[in-house]
Each structure stands twice: as structure tokens, then as C-alpha cells.
């Protein structure tokens, strides 16, 4: 498969079964993350596996998780991100989404389906998780065997703004429609 077909089989599950993950292609979906580039090679993520029931309880209060039995919490070291000088603008968001974009699809190549939460309380994963206070819970990524398979690839024919909406070539334009 290549890649484009890879990116278009991706998809948001929210339903999984009770199917475990086997450790190798939870070590595999790790992996990808691994090699993820961050600003600078500053590798700022530090990924929490949940896949204990009373740990996905204390996920659960922060967000639901699908029936899921293995969450990874993807945080950031504040002390690990690039600020750049002309604005302050941290790249740990960017460097994070990243990560969890190559551990979706890696994800999703070995037929595993996943959803990336940012819409979670932080504070009550880092009070669960005994998380230090330089560390930020920054995504969830809620990962297991789709209960209902995954969403067709002609979606993306009707849920995706053409190119022509979205690409701008040289400047961006004085005035778009």
C-alpha cells in the first residue's frame, strides 16, 4: 500500500472491541512515534500506556474511551520544546501532533483503529497519573479493534474541501470567496 492510500484508510474510531492489541504491534505503533521529527530533534513526548481496567477508569474521568483497553496519554516536557524567538510560539503541540499522526497510521496499517483526543481534562490525567507539573498531558490517543470496521474511503469525496479551496500558491490572496 502507499502511502496516500494509507492516509485515506485512516480514520476517526469511536467504538472498539474488547480485543487486546498484542505487544508487538503495540511496540510497532510506539516505534513509529519514536521516529516522529520534533523542532530540532528536541523529542519533547513522553507517552503514558494505559491498558489495566482501573487505569482506563481514571482515564474515563477525564474523557471517554470507547470501550477501549489501551489508551496512550501523550504528553509534552515543557522543558524539552523550542520557542521560537521572533514570538515566543512553543513547537510542542506541533512536534506532539506529529507523533500521534505517525502512531495513528502506523496504527492503522496493522488494522488497529484510533481517535486523538484533545478535548480532555489535563488536570485530572495528571492527578491520576501522578504527573509532574513540567510534564503536560497533551493528547489522547484511544486505540483499538473497530467494533464496526472502518469508515469508507469515499468519504473523503464529500467530507474534504477540494484543493482548490484549501491550497494558495505564492501569497495569500486580498480577498476569498
Same mark, same amino acid.
Request: hydrophobic residues 30%; positive net charge.
Given at each position: 500500500m502507499n502511502f496516500l492510500e494509507l492516509a485515506q484508510k485512516r480514520c476517526t474510531t469511536r467504538g @472498539?472491541?474488547?480485543?487486546?492489541?498484542?505487544?508487538?504491534?503495540?511496540?510497532?505503533i510506539?516505534?513509529?512515534?519514536?521516529v516522529a521529527p520534533t523542532a530540532c530533534n528536541k523529542q519533547p513526548q513522553r507517552i503514558i500506556v494505559v491498558q489495566k481496567p482501573q487505569n482506563i477508569c481514571k482515564v474515563q474521568k477525564a474523557y471517554k474511551t470507547f470501550g477501549s483497553s489501551c489508551v496512550l496519554i501523550?504528553?509534552?516536557?515543557?522543558?524539552?520544546?523550542?520557542?521560537?524567538? @521572533?514570538?515566543?510560539?512553543?513547537?510542542?503541540?506541533?512536534?506532539?501532533?506529529i507523533i500521534c499522526d505517525h502512531m495513528m497510521l502506523q496504527a492503522r496499517e496493522l488494522n488497529i483503529g484510533s481517535v486523538m483526543v484533545g478535548l480532555f481534562d489535563p488536570k485530572i490525567i495528571s492527578k491520576e497519573f501522578d504527573i509532574p507539573e513540567y510534564i503536560e498531558p497533551t493528547a489522547l490517543?484511544?486505540?483499538?479493534?473497530?467494533?464496526?470496521? @472502518?469508515?469508507?474511503?469515499?468519504?473523503?469525496?464529500? #467530507?474534504?474541501?477540494?484543493?482548490?479551496?484549501?491550497?494558495?500558491? #505564492?501569497?495569500?490572496?486580498?480577498?476569498?470567496?
Open positions: @472498539f472491541t474488547e480485543k487486546i492489541i498484542p505487544k508487538a504491534y503495540l511496540d510497532k510506539l516505534s513509529a512515534g519514536r501523550v504528553c509534552r516536557d515543557t522543558r524539552e520544546s523550542l520557542i521560537r524567538p @521572533f514570538d515566543q510560539k512553543c513547537s510542542g503541540d506541533l512536534d506532539i501532533g490517543i484511544i486505540l483499538g479493534y473497530p467494533k464496526e470496521g @472502518f469508515l469508507s474511503l469515499k468519504r473523503h469525496n464529500t #467530507e474534504r474541501k477540494p484543493l482548490s479551496e484549501t491550497i494558495l500558491y #505564492e501569497k495569500y490572496p486580498k480577498k476569498i470567496d
